[in-house]
């Protein structure tokens, strides 16, 4: 799976956060996306009925790569997994979350802001960490005072990442993604508008074509 995320990612280094708590608008959601050229959906536990939902997707799509975010606990990590998540992104840096999907060979995003996080995350096995809140944690400078440091480890920003600033993040080498938000809009889902998060979605995968040209 590792290897599949890291050529998707190489095409679209785009990762769409997908939250609600119905399974049929977010199955809906996600194959706007996908129809955008994004191609990894990010479903973040913030419902109660979240888990469902990343459920529903993994099962009544194809051509998709679905992990959960926001895991925070180890029963989170094994719940998501058991029911489809190939991968798990946590929002910070915990020991026993790490150790238990790199056990599983489940990649991992766990979020890191300084350089005591990456440096644990790299001495527990890491080498892709999500770096959140980005916006707040210092932004491309940071990134780039991390890079340096840290020369093998990978990163993917996310918080406060926006269009406007997407070609800006994608442009440090070390990124390999780039996590958002922005790309889902409540109020376009929440009135059955899926158009424009298929045009939100193209709209990235052009913006990283321009801040990573092939060839």
């Known amino acids: 799976m590792e290897q599949q995320l890291e050529e998707r990612l190489a095409k679209a280094p785009v990762v769409p956060l997908v939250g609600g708590s119905d399974p049929a608008i977010a199955v809906e959601t ?13 479903v973040v536990l913030r ?14 799509t194809s051509g998709l ?45 766990a979020g890191t802001m300084t350089a005591g996080e990456v440096q644990r995350a790299y001495a527990l096995g890491l080498r892709t960490v999500k770096f959140f809140p980005a916006s707040l944690a210092g932004g491309v400078p940071m990134l780039k005072a991390l890079s340096s440091v840290f020369r093998h480890m990978k990163f993917m920003p996310t918080g ?28 376009e889902i929440d009135a059955g508008n899926f158009e ?7 709209e990235a995968v052009n913006i990283a074509s321009a801040a990573r040209p092939k060839g």
Request: with cysteine; charged share 15%.
């Open 30 to 42: 996600a194959i706007a996306l996908h129809a955008g050229g994004l191609g990894i959906i990010e």
């Open 47 to 60: 419902t109660d009925e979240a888990v469902d939902c990343m459920e529903a997707i993994a099962k009544q």
């Open 65 to 109: 790569i679905v992990g959960a975010g926001t895991v925070l606990t180890v029963g989170q990590a094994e719940e998501v997994i058991a029911r489809g998540a190939q991968f798990v992104v946590s929002p910070g840096l915990v020991d026993e979350v790490a150790e238990y999907c790199l056990e599983r060979s489940v990649p991992l995003f």
């Open 160 to 187: 406060g990442v926006t269009a406007s600033n997407l070609g800006d993040f994608l442009a440090v080498p070390s990124v390999v993604a780039c996590g958002g938000s922005w790309l889902t809009p409540a109020a």
């Open 196 to 202: 424009p998060i298929t045009n939100l979605a193209r």
